[in-house]
Structure formats: structure tokens, C-alpha cells
């Protein structure tokens, strides 16, 4: 552990822009002021670049264990604190699914020896598991994970006495993938009967559609709200979903939140011509309408959080058929410089991505210490260079995958260096390889 003195940086931070200087003592932000001197510290001169905190990432699948041939913890942590992510919390849907404490337990002793960022894991559900679900611990678990549609593995949750035993018995946040299966499926059959197996891609958005998602959203806020339940919507994709929430309701207080993610905000189906399947998510990525107004509900804080649902598959596998080729895409590297790319165009306040990114985090999951730069917490810190431009090319991506949908965009900025816990662990380009990161804990319990 070391002593840093951040010198003449532009703090981005709880809605202010200012200038700052900031003592890391170890793990711990010890000073904020106008200027600060200690001769025992190393001083990083600052001057015209922003510190921001470091981004906290509520969906990620890091791919370990079970299917590390697409990435893993430490392969995926690395590319996440190049990207100025600092803290992830991970899927279930990893193989063996993470559907006993046990299980779980491994996942968290993975990470204690290799993440080199923050993490938690996500308790999964399935059908008939409600009794292990219920053993986890809300103070060091950051929430279940109920996926609504299919998955991998043994973790899609249709059935109606399961889902109302979840969402009346689980007293801990419950996050939920919204597909309505029964439609998908429909759909599905449709195209097949037309394409057979070699769909165009472009019809993803029909096969996993706006009806599919509205379905199953609409019934995971009725189910929440008939039991008071504690219920966090992941990557609404469609304009017709945002009629389910609200923003009169402080965010600490909301029993009812949602997550857009960064391709949404990125992409539509304009994009399905040149980027064929290296954009296939699910939810899909759909029309530009629906893009739009997922960019009005963070503005307006229907929705609450932007992440990444980062999910790196080969691409080898990406290069298959429309119904072999799987879903998602690696995005944790430069989720923040697109966020910030997007503030460069107008649309959004570089104040409002630091909000969605690293404070709505960690008021909405009540994580301790973490998501502000404050004296006292923990020293999770970016500087990002506004003058300097990063280019995507496969020479600079950390993926294990090898590729990114962002590949030969240039971004606006450079994120240049990366603190976790007050360890320095990328710096211009380098990643320093160390096992930093710390299980995330939680103080909010309802």
C-alpha cells in the first residue's frame, strides 16, 4: 500500500464539477481540500483531467467458472478496471449455475484470489430451489437473480407458484431478466417456419420482442408490488416498459427500480447490417424510438442505473447461424469512455454519467463506502484524460474474448489511470497485475 497525493484534478462527483486535490492514504480517501501538501506521498499531477469515483457495474458475466473459454474472473476484472470499472457484481448463470450457497461460496473464493476489482455475486433461482435462495446473507450478497426468460442451464423461473414464492419470501433485492418465454418461443417458430435455421439477424428484435418484454416486466412490478417485494429490473430495452416505473420516489426509498444498459444507449437496429451478430443481447437492441426514450428515462430517473450485462462469448461462436450464435457481447473496457462520448455530444452531463454509473449504484444496492469520492471511503478513483483519444483495435483490447462491438471507434477520451482500494492498478495502457478487489458489503436490507 502506498500514499498518493492527487494533485489539481477535476472532481466529478455528487453533481458538482470542481477542483480538488485528494490524499489516498492505503485503502481509504483520507483528504479532500483545495490543496493539500504531504511530502510522504506520491503526487500525480492532475492538471485538466477529470477523477471521477470508480463505476460500479451491477451486471457482468465474467464466465467463471464453467465456461472460461470465453473469459474468467481475472481476464475480465483486468479489462473492467482498464474501463474504469472498480467494483462488478456477477451473474449466476455460470456452470455449475450458482444455485447453492455452496456454489455460490466457490464463485467468492475464486474472486478472493483473482479479481483484481471489487465483486459480488448474485444468488440465482430457479423453479425449486427457494429454500437455498433464502439462506443467502443480504449483507455480503448483492441480491437473487431471477431470470424470466430462458438462460443457461437450469435457471429459467416460469413457474407461477415459484415466482410467488419468491417475491413474497426473498427479503433481499431481487433482480430480474423480463422475457415472456412463450412469446419468444412463438416467435421463434415463425421465423424458423421462414428461414429455417439461417434467420437474418435483424429479426432478432421480432423474435425477442417489445410484446416479450413488456409481458414479463409488467408481471415481475405486479408480482413486486402485490408482496412489497424488493424488485430491480436489468436492461429494459423497449420504450413500452418505462411506463412501469417512476421517479417521484427518492432512489434510497424506491421498492420498484431499473437498469438500461450501455448498448441500448448505443445501438439500435440500424446497426444490424454491419454488425450482424456481435450485437445479438437479450433483450434485444431495437428501434431507435425505443433507444431514445430509454436515453429520456435516465435523463428523467425512470431509470436508475446504466451498466454493461458485459457477457463475452468467442468469436468463433459469434460468427455461427442466427439460433447458434449466442447472446451478448464484451463491454466493460469502454462502457464509461462511450458514457462519456455521448456527454461530449450533449446527451447526457458528464455529472449524470457518474451519477447512473457509480453513485445510483451504490445508493440503490446500499454499498458500503463505495461510489463517491468522499473522505473516509474507500480509494476506488479514476483520472481520465479529456484531451487524449482511445481508439478500439484488437491491440488494446484486454477481453479474453479478442473483440468488441466498439471495434475501429475512437473515443473522445482516455481513461488513464485506475485505483482500487487505493492500490494503483492500471496506469496509461499497463495493466498492474494484483489481486485487490474486496467483497463488496451492503447495508440496505429491505
Given at each position: 500500500m502506498m500514499r498518493y497525493l492527487l494533485k489539481q484534478a477535476t472532481l466529478i462527483n455528487e453533481g458538482t464539477s470542481a477542483v480538488k486535490d485528494v490524499l489516498i492514504n492505503n485503502d481509504i480517501i483520507e483528504k479532500i481540500a483545495t490543496s493539500?501538501?504531504?511530502?510522504t506521498a506520491t503526487e500525480i499531477n492532475c492538471e485538466g483531467k477529470y477523477l471521477v469515483p470508480g463505476s460500479i457495474d451491477d451486471q457482468v458475466h465474467f464466465r467463471e467458472p464453467g465456461l472460461t473459454h470465453k473469459g474468467n474472473i481475472l481476464t475480465e476484472s483486468r479489462a473492467a478496471v482498464a474501463g474504469g470499472i472498480t467494483s462488478f457484481m456477477e451473474m449466476p448463470n455460470t456452470v455449475p449455475n450458482a444455485?447453492?450457497?455452496?456454489?455460490?461460496?466457490?464463485?467468492?473464493?475464486?474472486?478472493?484470489?483473482?479479481?483484481?476489482?471489487?465483486y459480488s455475486f448474485f444468488m440465482g433461482a430457479s423453479n425449486d430451489n427457494i429454500e437455498e435462495v433464502l439462506k443467502t446473507d443480504p449483507?455480503?450478497?448483492?441480491?437473487?437473480?431471477?431470470?424470466?426468460?430462458?438462460?443457461?442451464?437450469?435457471?429459467?423461473?416460469?413457474?407461477?407458484?415459484?415466482?410467488?414464492?419468491?417475491?413474497?419470501?426473498?427479503?433481499?433485492?431481487?433482480?430480474?431478466?423480463?422475457?415472456?418465454?412463450?412469446?419468444?418461443?412463438?416467435?421463434?417458430?415463425?421465423?424458423r417456419e421462414k428461414y429455417g435455421e439461417a434467420v437474418p439477424i435483424k429479426y432478432h428484435p421480432e423474435i425477442r420482442s417489445a410484446e416479450a418484454?413488456?409481458?414479463?416486466?409488467?408481471?415481475?412490478?405486479?408480482?413486486?408490488?402485490?408482496?412489497?417485494?424488493?424488485?430491480?429490473?436489468?436492461h429494459i430495452s423497449t420504450e413500452k416498459e418505462l411506463s412501469l416505473f417512476e421517479n417521484t420516489t427518492p432512489l434510497a426509498q424506491k421498492r420498484i427500480t431499473a437498469e438500461a444498459c450501455v448498448h441500448h444507449l448505443w445501438f439500435s437496429e440500424e446497426d444490424y447490417d454491419q454488425k450482424g451478430t456481435l450485437i445479438k443481447w437479450n433483450p434485444a437492441v431495437k428501434k431507435k424510438s425505443d433507444r431514445d426514450a430509454?436515453?429520456?428515462?435516465?435523463?428523467?430517473?425512470?431509470?436508475?442505473?446504466?451498466?454493461?450485462?458485459?457477457a463475452p462469448h468467442t468469436r468463433e461462436e459469434k460468427n455461427n447461424e442466427y439460433f447458434?450464435?449466442?447472446?451478448?457481447?464484451?463491454?466493460?473496457?469502454?462502457?464509461?469512455?462511450?458514457?462519456?462520448?455521448?456527454?461530449?455530444?450533449?446527451?447526457i452531463s458528464k455529472e449524470r454519467v457518474i451519477e447512473k454509473t457509480a453513485h445510483a449504484p451504490s445508493i440503490l444496492f446500499g454499498v458500503e463506502n463505495r461510489g463517491f469520492i468522499r473522505e473516509g471511503y474507500f480509494a476506488d478513483l479514476v483520472i481520465i484524460n479529456p484531451n487524449k483519444s482511445t481508439t478500439v483495435s484488437k491491440e488494446n483490447i484486454l477481453y479474453d474474448c479478442g473483440w468488441s462491438p466498439f471495434e475501429g471507434i475512437t473515443f473522445s477520451h482516455q481513461i488513464e489511470k485506475?485505483?482500487?482500494?487505493g492500490n494503483l492498478v492500471f496506469d496509461n495502457d499497463k495493466i498492474i497485475d494484483q489481486s485487490t478487489g474486496k467483497r463488496l458489503t451492503f447495508n440496505r436490507f429491505d
Open positions: 493539500i501538501s504531504d511530502p444455485l447453492t450457497q455452496e456454489l455460490l461460496a466457490d464463485k467468492y473464493a475464486i474472486a478472493a484470489n483473482s479479481s483484481i476489482a471489487n449483507k455480503n450478497v448483492c441480491g437473487v437473480k431471477v431470470f424470466m426468460g430462458s438462460s443457461t442451464g437450469n435457471m429459467l423461473v416460469d413457474a407461477p407458484t415459484t415466482l410467488n414464492k419468491i417475491f413474497s419470501e426473498v427479503p433481499m433485492l431481487i433482480a430480474t431478466h423480463c422475457e415472456d418465454e412463450t412469446t419468444v418461443r412463438r416467435n421463434m417458430e415463425i421465423y418484454c413488456y409481458l414479463s416486466s409488467s408481471l415481475a412490478v405486479s408480482l413486486a408490488k402485490k408482496h412489497n417485494a424488493r424488485l430491480h429490473v436489468l430509454i436515453w429520456q428515462a435516465v435523463l428523467d430517473n425512470r431509470i436508475d442505473v446504466i451498466a454493461t450485462d458485459h447458434s450464435a449466442p447472446s451478448g457481447g464484451p463491454l466493460v473496457q469502454h462502457a464509461l469512455l462511450a458514457l462519456f462520448e455521448k456527454a461530449k455530444q450533449g446527451i485506475t485505483f482500487v482500494n
